[in-house]
């Protein structure tokens, strides 16, 4: 099992996850309930992801079995942007924990600081970026009419602890004027091409846990023929990586996800191969040297890979700007 990191919320978290992000809907029922008996117990999901029934399937399939109870599963989930507008969030949050077949979040995000008009769940769903057709529709919801709903989750015993994904600095500050809940986590891309140094100052000055996602870098968007994803050198084959790796007789995936844990960084790493599921819950079982970490950390170049305009042509959602 993995370790666990004590939320500001007073929750455990596993510091070990399961993401689920472009996890094929024919296989996520498996992949999940493979997951489970592999030892993880933190599922981090999505309204985006589009697969949220075939995961609780997974889910019930592992409890029916015996294997887990739900409270020993840590289920995440996040709110998608068509959803920002304070009446539309409870609703939405009810439709995802059915999805699941679960009576409660043990982490609700917002996925991204990006306010979009509504899309009814039964025109489309998941809705995605656009209105229609290839454009985008802002909605009128602030962040604090987001926050103070995603508050009353809390208070309705839909979610246990809730938190951020994708924000930056100026925003969160602002956030944590009006909070009368703080979020308890962050979740923000993170990998040695993308390190964010001061956001990661941010959220530990302010007692905020930070989970980075795409920690092997480029090789989860290559797929989407990102040009500068193509160009660069895959982390797993760089090889001062793969020295490091030799040096502690580990895989250059373990190193570059202990890189993350030994920081404080909760880790949602996945596969639908069995062995390295479990190799990668084994990321916490040995220690790099402070020259190592730093090594690994020399390669920030201050990449993005997971930003709207890499997806499609957009002038509107410069959110990392």
């Known amino acids: 099992m993995a370790p666990v990191i004590k939320l500001n919320s007073g929750y455990d978290m596993p510091q070990v996850g399961f993401g689920l992000w472009k996890v094929d809907n024919a ?24 697969n949220e029934v075939e995961c609780g399937k997974g889910v019930a399939r592992a409890i029916s079995e015996g294997i887990v109870k739900r409270e020993d ?34 982490l609700y995000l917002i996925h991204f600081p990006v306010a979009l008009e509504y899309v009814d769940p039964s025109v489309r769903y998941p809705p995605g970026w656009h ?23 809390v208070d309705a015993g839909l979610a246990r602890s809730i938190g951020i994904s994708n924000f930056q600095s100026q925003l969160i500050y602002d956030l944590l004027r009006y909070a009368k809940i703080r979020p308890a986590t962050l979740q923000i891309e993170h990998h040695p091409y993308l390190t964010q140094e001061e956001l990661l100052k941010l959220a530990k000055r302010e007692g905020i846990t930070v989970t980075a996602y795409s920690s092997f870098g480029p090789a989860s968007f290559l797929e989407f023929n990102m040009q500068h994803a193509v160009k660069l050198q ?20 373990q190193v570059l996800l202990r890189w993350a ?21 084994q990321n916490t079982d040995f220690d790099l040297s402070e020259e190592d970490i730093a090594t690994i950390s020399g390669f920030n170049r201050g990449i993005r890979f997971n930003q709207p305009s890499n997806y499609f042509p957009t002038e509107l959602l410069w959110i990392f700007g």
């Open 27 to 50: 296989i996520a029922a498996d992949v999940v309930y493979n997951a489970i008996k592999a030892g993880y117990r933190l599922f981090d999901g999505a309204c985006d992801y589009g």
């Open 73 to 106: 599963l840590f289920i995440v989930s996040k709110l998608w942007n068509t959803f920002h507008d304070g009446e539309r969030v409870q609703p939405i949050v009810k439709k995802q924990l059915a999805d699941w077949g679960v009576d409660y979040f043990d």
């Open 131 to 153: 209105y229609e057709g290839d454009e985008i529709r802002p909605s009128k919801a602030t962040i604090q009419e987001t926050w103070t709903a995603m508050e009353s989750l």
């Open 234 to 253: 895959p982390l797993m084959e760089d090889d001062t990586i793969k020295a490091i790796a030799a040096k502690y007789n580990r895989p250059a995936s």
């Open 261 to 281: 844990t030994q920081r404080g960084l909760a880790v949602i790493p996945k596969s639908s191969r069995q062995e390295t599921m479990v190799s990668n819950l």
